[in-house]
């Protein structure tokens, strides 16, 4: 499994280890109600006062809405996620209402709100045996557009959704990266009392 290759230094469920982020999809189609789950999961996450800013927007392969994610993709992303079962654009609202405000407020936290969605969609689909991929690499001027996207939401993340491959699916750049990758040690993560990591 993906995992092997992964080692935590404290014992974590497996699902924290074998979860990465494939490029290799099979193409094979996703049921509504399979990827319905993933989205149930992420809307258990939490968030700032419970504000929920996350809103996913998705279009399913051999649909219309496809050509149209898939285009919002740079040339890069195009190549392997063109196999992906769903193209899914992670959005979230920059404002919120609050019970001490007339007016909406400004979100502090929106951004780590909608990763915690995100995570939990993506851990969820591991569990359900799919895999995903967050890609930073899209035109999001244009994909405001094209989806007809309010300014008050902050564009974050397109995710790829599928069935896994065979690295050998892939052309031989990416297939080279096909792999898990590692994590740098707790001790250059954590500190206790005050800020003690060296800058490199």
């Known amino acids: 499994m993906a995992g092997d290759s992964r080692v935590a230094a404290f014992p974590v469920a497996p699902l924290f280890l074998q979860r990465w982020s494939p490029r290799a999809f099979s193409g ?94 993506a851990f969820q689909a591991e569990h359900d045996g799919w895999r995903t991929h967050a890609i930073g690499g899209f035109d999001r001027a244009r994909a405001r557009q094209a989806l007809n996207i309010p300014e008050v939401f902050h564009l974050e993340v397109m995710i790829a959704i599928g069935r896994q491959a065979n690295a050998h699916s892939l052309p031989d750049d990416l297939r080279q990266r096909e792999q898990p990758t590692q994590r740098r040690p707790l001790a250059d993560t954590v500190a206790q009392g005050s800020f003690a990591f060296t800058e490199a």
């Open 28 to 121: 094979e189609a996703i049921e509504a109600p399979a990827l319905y789950s993933l989205f149930e999961a992420a809307r258990w996450a939490p968030s700032a006062q419970n504000a929920q800013p996350w809103r996913f927007i998705y279009a399913l392969r051999e649909t219309p809405a496809w050509g149209t994610f898939h285009g919002l993709l740079n040339e890069g992303n195009q190549r392997w996620a063109a196999h992906a079962a769903a193209l899914v654009l992670l959005v979230s609202k920059t404002t919120q209402r609050r019970r001490d405000a007339p007016e909406p407020v400004p979100s502090r936290s929106h951004s780590l709100d909608a990763g915690a969605a995100w995570a939990s969609l």
